[in-house]
Nanobody, 122 residues
Framework: QVQLVESGGGEVQAGGSLRLSCAAS????????MGWFRQAPGKEREFVAA????????YYADSVKGRFTISRDNDKITVYLQMNGVKPEDTAVYYC???????????????WGQGTQVTVSQ
């Protein structure tokens, strides 16, 4: 059974940093893409960042480009989202996803984590 477990969420002040982790288990993920999405209250879930596990190419939403960095640890089968210079509008539940979407920014990933809350205060 595939499992994605996020951790690292919490409350941080605007301008600060936070690192989210997504630990994967249950399958060989080397052929998958891994993505981070977020959903703020009253809004639709949106793409944040993604990478191709075997190629290392990374992709970002314009709203986080230059502030967030997605990376992976092959040995730990873990994907990270380093969030720097956070803003109140980054407040959301952040979800990790894995799979073979048609587009890395699309929502048709095969597996999803349970989400972790990130709250950015003024």
């Amino acid at each position: 059974q595939v499992q994605l477990v996020e951790s690292g969420g919490g409350e941080v002040q605007a301008g600060g940093s936070l690192r989210l982790s997504c630990a994967a288990s249950g399958r060989t993920f080397t052929r998958y893409a891994m993505g981070w999405f977020r959903q703020a209250p009253g809004k639709e879930r949106e793409f944040v960042a993604a990478l191709k596990w075997n190629g290392g190419s990374t992709y970002y939403a314009d709203s986080v480009k230059g502030r967030f960095t997605i990376s992976r640890d092959n040995d730990k089968i873990t994907v990270y989202l380093q969030m720097n210079g956070v803003k109140p509008e980054d407040t959301a539940v952040y979800y990790c996803a894995a799979g073979s979407p048609r587009l890395l920014s699309g929502s048709d990933y095969d597996y999803w984590g349970q989400g972790t809350q990130v709250t950015v205060s003024q």
